[in-house]
C-alpha cells in the first residue's frame, strides 16, 4: 500500500506514498494527524449465524411411552365412548410408533389402527427413512396424504441450529471507533466495538417474523 523507507535499521512506511491518505503535523500539541479513507483499513468481518452452545449428547437408552385420551358424551341421543392412543417404542438409533382409536355406540363399536411405522434419523446427513404408514405433502400450497410403504426424505428439523434460508449481510463503515446494535424485528440481538473502517456482519438470521434488521451506530462522538 505505501512505500518502505529503511531509517537507522530500522523500516518505515512513507505516510506521502500512500494514496487519498493526508497527515498534518500538529508542532504546538507534538501530535501528527492522519485522515485516511475507510477502505485503506483493516476490513473487520463478524460471523453472527447461530452456534451450538453446547456439545449435544444423544443418548440410545431404550425408553417406551403411551399417551391416551378417553371421552365419554352421554347428553347426545346416542352416547358415545371414545378412546385415542399413540404407543412408542425406541431402541438405539429407531422409533416405533403406532397410533389408534377405540369408539362404541350403542350399536356399533369400532377399532381403527391409524398410522403405524418405524423411524430412522441421520443426524450428520439430516434423512429421516421411515418404514409403514406415513404423511406426504406437495408444499404449502398442495395437500397431503397418508401412503404406506418406505419414505426417505430430508429432516432439517433434526439440527434445529441449521440454516436453512439465506442469511442477511449487513456492511457499512465508520470514521472512529464505534459501538454497533444490531435489532432483528425491533428486538436488541447483539451489540459489537468496531474499530475505524469497513465492516461486514455475515448471516445475521432474520429469517423469521418481518424478517427485518437494523444497525444502529454511536461513534466517539
Known amino acids: ?25 500538529n508542532e504546538e500539541e507534538v501530535s501528527l494527524d492522519i485522515t485516511a479513507p475507510p477502505h485503506l483499513f483493516e476490513k473487520q468481518s463478524l460471523d453472527f449465524s447461530y452456534k451450538k452452545p453446547y456439545k449435544v449428547i444423544f443418548t440410545k437408552d431404550r425408553s417406551a411411552f403411551l399417551n391416551y385420551a378417553f371421552n365419554y358424551n352421554y347428553k347426545t341421543l346416542e352416547p358415545i ?14 422409533l416405533g410408533t403406532s397410533t389408534f382409536t377405540y369408539e362404541k355406540t350403542r350399536d356399533k363399536e369400532n377399532a381403527v389402527r391409524l398410522i403405524t411405522g418405524i423411524t430412522h434419523n441421520d ?12 404423511s406426504a405433502s406437495s408444499g404449502a400450497l398442495g395437500s397431503g396424504v397418508v401412503l404406506g410403504g418406505i419414505n426417505f426424505s430430508k429432516n ?6 441449521f440454516l436453512r434460508f439465506p442469511s ?9 471507533p464505534s ?16 474499530s475505524p473502517g469497513e465492516f461486514l456482519f455475515n448471516d445475521v438470521p432474520a ?9 444502529v451506530i454511536k461513534d466517539a462522538l
Open 1 to 25: 500500500m505505501g512505500r518502505d523507507i529503511q531509517f537507522a535499521q530500522e523500516t518505515y512506511v512513507s505516510l506521502k506514498s500512500i494514496s487519498e491518505l493526508t497527515f498534518q503535523i
Open 168 to 176: 442477511l449481510n449487513l456492511s457499512g463503515t465508520v470514521e472512529t
Open 207 to 215: 429469517t423469521v417474523g418481518f424478517g427485518t434488521a437494523k444497525i
Open 123 to 134: 443426524r450428520q446427513k439430516l434423512m429421516s427413512s421411515v418404514f409403514g404408514d406415513f
Open 179 to 194: 459501538d454497533a446494535e444490531v435489532y432483528l424485528d425491533g428486538l436488541l440481538t447483539r451489540k459489537e466495538r468496531l
Open 156 to 161: 432439517f428439523s433434526i439440527d434445529p441450529y
Open 81 to 94: 365412548f371414545n378412546i385415542s392412543g399413540e404407543l412408542g417404542i425406541s431402541i438405539g438409533d429407531y
